[in-house]
């Protein structure tokens, strides 16, 4: 069910989408002209497929720009790219959120090509409904 506040009638200005409750499915923020802000949840990623987050980072700040290979055995390979970019004055998470199907874990190494063009390979295993800082499995962000 989408919900009662896809039946009301606003302007809206802004929208900024990312993984607010860190549960790996992604939840949306709108912002109304004359009206409250709205912070639309997604419950259902507790029944999703698996899921990877990264957040890159480019000495202390994110990667802007770096291209992510996620390499998946059996299945294609994916790209993402770090971006905050995407609504009228709004930003969006900027770390990579990228569902992983029906496998449990990500299990062979992936690289990512930063803002400056030189590429990293991540050579750690990744585990799945996790975040990832920089290659290192956290439940802490960095400071």
Request: hydrophobic residues 35%; aromatic residues 6%.
């Amino acid at each position: 069910m989408a919900g009662r506040v896809f039946d009301l009638s606003e302007v809206g200005r802004g929208l900024a989408v990312g993984d607010l409750d860190n549960d790996g499915g992604i939840d949306v923020v709108v912002s109304n002209n004359n009206g409250p802000l709205r912070v639309l949840i997604n419950k259902e990623s507790a029944n999703a497929q698996p899921w990877l987050g990264l957040r890159l980072l480019a000495g202390k700040r994110d990667a802007y720009g770096a291209k992510v290979e996620i390499r998946r055995s059996g299945a294609p390979t994916l790209w993402r790219r770090v971006r905050a970019d995407g609504s009228y004055l709004a930003a969006n998470d900027p770390r990579v959120l990228v569902g992983l199907g029906g496998g449990s874990a990500s299990r062979r190494r992936h690289a990512y090509t930063g803002p400056t063009g030189a590429t990293s390979d991540l050579r750690r295993r990744l585990y799945a409904n996790t975040r990832h800082w920089s290659g290192r499995r956290s439940r802490k962000q960095p400071k």
